[in-house]
């Protein structure tokens, strides 16, 4: 079991930054991949970023390449999810999600609004 609390999340204007955080509990942290999704009112939850257990390498979303970093902390039980030059179409939920082959794990999510 695996229990993911994210944090950073709020209000910022366009053209700013935030740094999203998620901790988990568990001993085996290091062996899920992490990704972010987020979903606006509305719309359907969607994937932003991801990064893998095996060899630490991302994938982003189109819509935030080159704009957002995912990174992770294995001593901290920590994924991070930097957030620059953002725009108002990244307002959303943004949630954590912990993933293995049968196992599937989110957190209760961090409001994200970015201001015109």
């Known amino acids: 079991q695996v229990q993911l609390v994210e944090s950073g999340g709020g209000l910022v204007q366009a053209g700013g930054s935030l740094r999203l955080s998620c901790a988990a509990s568990?001993?085996?942290?290091?062996?899920?991949?992490m990704n972010w999704f987020r979903q606006a009112p509305g719309k359907e939850r969607e994937f932003v970023a991801g990064i893998r257990w095996s060899d630490y390498s991302p994938s982003y979303a189109s819509s935030v390449k080159g704009r957002f970093t995912i990174s992770r902390d294995n001593a901290k039980n920590t994924v991070y999810l930097q957030m620059n030059s953002l725009k108002p179409e990244d307002t959303a939920v943004y949630y954590c999600n912990a993933r293995q082959i049968s196992n599937d794990y989110w957190g209760q999510g961090t409001q994200v609004t970015v201001s015109s």
């Open positions: 568990g001993r085996t942290f290091r062996l899920y991949d």
